[in-house]
């Protein structure tokens, strides 16, 4: 862990006893107003407020591209302590939430390929052909037959791109073009991996006891 994470982590974690004596006097505050309070003062511990909003979502998020729980919340940390810095890039031209989706998946993409570039360097492995031929597009209503513990299972086996497109769809409600704001893909590209997660789920279900 560096040690500017460490501090970050103190200053959210262990803010001073007088402060966690007041009333939060932000609570009523939008996201985009408290962002801009946020970036105009630097000021971590009001930064406090926004992470107590969206830790929760934001876990749930890495927990899609995450081996265990302990490197989800690893992920959380690192998405918020990027978020600190880089928060003056929220220019308010959508939701808080939605850019924060955004930007969340977009960091757990990269850390994903990175874990994968990495792998293949150490284990002098040649890149897996993932591609393969598209077939019939499969039904919404095939997923929601599933048995829950087999799809549980299913969702452990895809790749975390796949599980994640397949969370925010169908767990989180995201429409298509909710999809593509968070994605920043185009539509086809979208619906096009929404559909191949969809079967690769389907076949490794199909292959479950």
């Known amino acids: 862990m560096t040690f500017l994470k460490k501090l970050f982590l103190i200053l959210i974690s262990n803010p001073d006893k007088e ?4 009333e939060d006097h932000y609570a009523h505050l939008s996201d985009e107003e408290l962002v801009k309070r946020i ?3 630097n000021d971590p511990l009001l930064f406090e407020r926004l992470y107590d909003r969206y830790a929760k979502m934001v876990y749930n998020k890495c927990y899609g591209f995450a081996n265990s729980s302990d490197e989800a919340e ?6 918020f ?9 929220f220019k308010g031209k959508s939701k808080f939430s939605t850019w924060l989706y955004s930007f969340t998946y977009n960091f757990c993409v990269n850390y994903v390929n990175r874990n994968k570039q990495r792998k293949m360097r150490d284990q002098s492995i040649p890149v897996e052909d993932t591609e393969y031929k598209l077939s019939v597009e499969v039904p919404d209503e095939s997923l929601y037959e599933m048995k829950a513990d087999k799809l549980k299972k299913a969702l452990e086996l895809i790749a975390p791109e796949d599980k994640s497109i397949m969370l925010l769809k169908y767990q989180d409600g995201a429409s298509i ?3 593509v704001g968070i994605m920043e893909i185009g539509e086809s590209a979208v619906k096009m991996r929404l ?6 789920l389907l076949e490794i279900y199909n292959t479950l006891q």
């Open 195 to 200: 559909k191949r997660a969809k079967e690769k």
């Open 177 to 179: 073009k909710d999809l």
């Open 39 to 41: 970036v105009a003062s």
């Open 74 to 79: 690893d992920l959380t940390q690192d998405v």
């Open 81 to 89: 302590l990027q978020l600190f810095i880089k928060l003056k890039m």
């Open 19 to 22: 402060y966690l004596e007041t």
